[in-house]
């Protein structure tokens, strides 16, 4: 999905590399392949030793060119980064962790250039409470259930926040970008154990078909492990 976002991007740039802006993009697992497949990568994270990896390995890709790496905070987005100057930015995996994701969003929307798009990518409150209930922890299923913001709270837990389909929807309709597609992901693949692979050898392309189609069909994207939306300028 993101591929044809990026040929789009490269089309209105007559050619031109498209501009990515990953916020909150960590040691760059989203970075360096885009970076590889010719984009202008641009990083914004706070954490020191994330971005020593992500310099690692953008070197040994041999991409260190094509990305620009920020030390920085989502809250300062505005003074890191030009307005309206990314054809794809994005948040994955970031508006669990910020302190005002509503804030955060806001951000991000302003350096969304005109015809380009926001990613964001959320953990899913329902799939959260699935998975302990699966795993046998019927106790924190329940608690994650019951909790509004579906954390469990306390040292273990890394989140402040899950979502849920209509969170996100709620989140980025607040904005001036229109939502294109809300679809989950690792609806099915999440939850088959490897032995289902081994069952023929047409397995695993059957699972990659199931997903696929149910990546987009509400009542299972609904309790995907993770929900990515596409909203777009
Ligand atoms: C779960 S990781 C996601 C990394 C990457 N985006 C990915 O999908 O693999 C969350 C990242 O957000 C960063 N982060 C946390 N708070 C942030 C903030 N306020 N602004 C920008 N990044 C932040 C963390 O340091 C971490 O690298």
Do not use: W, Y
């Amino acid at each position: 999905m993101l591929d044809a976002e990026l040929i789009a991007a490269r089309e209105r740039r007559g050619g031109e590399a498209p501009r990515v802006l990953d916020v909150g993009g960590g040691s760059g697992v989203l970075a360096v392949p885009l970076a590889v497949e010719g984009c202008a990568v641009t990083v914004v994270e706070p954490s020191p030793n994330a971005l020593a990896t992500l310099h690692r390995r953008a070197q040994e890709a041999g991409v260190a060119d094509r990305i620009t790496a920020v030390q920085g905070d989502s809250d300062a987005l505005d003074q890191l980064v030009a307005p309206a100057a990314a054809d794809l930015v994005l948040a994955h995996g970031l508006l669990e962790v910020v302190d005002d994701p509503k804030a955060t969003v806001a951000a991000l929307v302003g350096v969304v250039a005109p015809g380009g798009a926001l990613s964001v990518l959320v953990a899913n409150r329902f799939a959260a409470v699935l998975h302990r209930a699966i795993s046998g922890r019927l106790v924190d299923a329940r608690k994650l259930l019951d909790d509004p913001a579906g954390v469990l709270g306390g040292a273990g837990e890394a989140l402040l926040r899950r979502f849920d389909t209509e969170s996100l929807r709620a989140l980025l309709a607040d904005t001036d970008l229109a939502v294109e597609l809300i679809q989950g992901q690792g609806v099915v693949s999440d939850l088959v154990t490897g032995s289902v692979l081994e069952v023929s050898a047409g397995a695993p392309d059957a699972l990659a078909e199931l997903e696929l189609a149910a990546a987009v069909t509400p009542a299972l994207r609904d309790i995907a492990t993770r929900l990515h939306a596409i909203a777009r300028r």
